[in-house]
C-alpha cells in the first residue's frame, strides 16, 4: 500500500505580550524584589527581581515609571518651620489680646485703658470711644472725658454706665467725669470672674489656633507630603507651644488677680 507524506501543521507562533509594568530600582536604593509582569491572550509569566519604595508624593512619568519617596528631614523641618511660626505668632497676638482686655478691669486707680472696650453707637455705627472723644486723667481717682462732638454726651454716658465697669458719670453739657470708686470686697469678686472670663477666652483662641495648625498638618498628609507618623510628632512639639502659651496666660492673669487683691 502506497505511502503519501502529509505536511506538517505550521507551528503556532509564539505568545507576545500585550504589556509590561516594570517597578525600577532607585539608584542608592539597596536591592530587594523587582516583579516584572507580562501578559497576552494565553499567557503570564512572573519574574523576580530587585524593587525598592518610598514614600511621599506618588510621581509617574510618560514612560509609565511609578517612584515613591519619604519627605527628608529637611522637608519636614521646613514644613514645621512654617506652620509653627504662624502659629507662634498667633499666640503672640492672643496674649496681646488677653492682656488688654485685662487692661479694661479696673483696679482702685484711674486709668484711661478702663474704657478701651466701650464701644458708642455714633450715628448708627459702633465706633471705639477714643475714636470720638479725648481721655485724660485729671487725679488718680477720675477720668475726663472730652468728645469732640458734644451732641454725643448723653449717648457717651449712657454707655459707660450701661457697661457695668462700676464708675459713676457726670455730664456737665461740656465734658464728662468718671469718678472710680474704692473697690468693695464683692466688687473685688466680681472683677476676679470677669478675669476669669477673659482668660478662658484666650485659652479658646489658643486651642484655636492649636487645631488650625493640626489642620494644616493633616492636609499635607493627604496631600502625601508628609506620613502619619510625621504628623504626629509634628502635632507633639505643637502641643508643647500650645502648653507653653497656656502657662502665659495662666501668669497675666495672676498677675491681674493680685493687683485686684491690692487695692
Known sequence: MPLHAVSPAPAAAPPRALSSVRVLQRPGCVPERQTILSSSTNFMSLHAGPV??????????SDKRAVLRHATIEEIEAEKSVIEDQARERMEKAIETVQNNFNTVRTGRANPAMLDRIEVEYYGTPVNLKSIAQ?????????????????????????????????????????????????????????????????????????????????????????????????????????????????????????????????
Open 135 to 263: 481721655i485724660n486723667t485729671p487725679d488718680a481717682t477720675s477720668l475726663l472725658i472730652q468728645p469732640y462732638d458734644k451732641s454725643s454726651l448723653k449717648l457717651i454716658e449712657k454707655t459707660i454706665v450701661a457697661a457695668n465697669l462700676g464708675v459713676t458719670p457726670s455730664n456737665d453739657g461740656e465734658v464728662i467725669r468718671v469718678t472710680v470708686p474704692p473697690l468693695t470686697s464683692d466688687r473685688r469678686k466680681e472683677l476676679a470672674k470677669t478675669v476669669a472670663k477673659l482668660t478662658e477666652e484666650g485659652k479658646v483662641a489658643i486651642r484655636n489656633i492649636r487645631r488650625d495648625a493640626i489642620k494644616a498638618y493633616d492636609k499635607l498628609e493627604k496631600e502625601k507630603k508628609l506620613s502619619e507618623d510625621n504628623v504626629k510628632d509634628l502635632s507633639a512639639d505643637l502641643q508643647k507651644v500650645t502648653d507653653e502659651y497656656m502657662k502665659k496666660v495662666e501668669a497675666i492673669q495672676k498677675q491681674k488677680e493680685q493687683e485686684l487683691m491690692k487695692i
Open 52 to 61: 525598592c519604595f518610598f514614600s511621599t508624593p506618588l510621581v509617574q512619568n
